[in-house]
């Protein structure tokens, strides 16, 4: 049985990353494709729980990026050994808000943590599952604080100020610029319509899938 591929959404808080994935999915599904949508931290039980510390422990101020990275790779091992490489040995392409990369992201670029031990920690525990894309959805930090302003729920690592989201955008362009993690990365402009941007993660997905045209799986 041919390997399911392994996609990861990447973005800012705000960028149309759950919006965007559903429509991904819908349009894999129309082409023929088994897919699994899921979200990290999270996806399974124990990974949500230990979600919920996290945010609790970031929004009372009590842990700093190192305390964060080693929650994130516990909740991130439950997650791929129990959900994600199962889907992926049966044939089912998966696809998710966020992986390792976000950790980079936030806890290294934006909270000062050390780069090189994610990216160790991450080959250890993403064996076996290693993401064949990374999309990133790339908003502008004024659109970033228009689009989360107007949200209900917000997570603790939204509420940061704009010096934080600043760190975060320049950390998330330079990892899709020089490929990080040896990732094979699609930057994708995330301004504009939910429509606009679902043509754009569409052609991309239609190169990952290697369709023959535009939603003809090859």
Known sequence: MKRGKFIVFEGVGGSGKTTQIELAKK??????????????????EASEKIRELIFRLRGENLIGPEGQMVLFFA???????????????????VITDR????????????EGGDLNQILAISQIVM????????????ISQETAIKRKEAESERDPFDK????YLKRLIIGYRKMAKEGWGDLK???????????????????????????THFGSVK
């Open 27 to 44: 349009f894999l599904q129309e082409n023929g494709l088994k897919v699994l949508a899921t979200r990290e931290p999270g996806g399974v």
């Open 75 to 93: 909740a991130r091992y439950l997650w791929l050994n129990s959900l994600v490489k199962p889907a992926l040995e049966k044939g089912i392409n």
């Open 99 to 110: 992986a390792h990369t976000s950790t980079a992201a936030y806890q290294g670029f934006a």
């Open 127 to 138: 064996e076996g599952a290693r993401p064949d894309a990374v999309i990133f959805l790339d």
């Open 160 to 163: 940061q100020g704009k010096d």
């Open 185 to 211: 990365w699609y930057t994708v402009d995330g301004e504009g319509t939910i429509e606009e941007v679902r043509v754009r993660v569409s052609e991309v997905l239609s190169q990952i899938f290697e369709m």
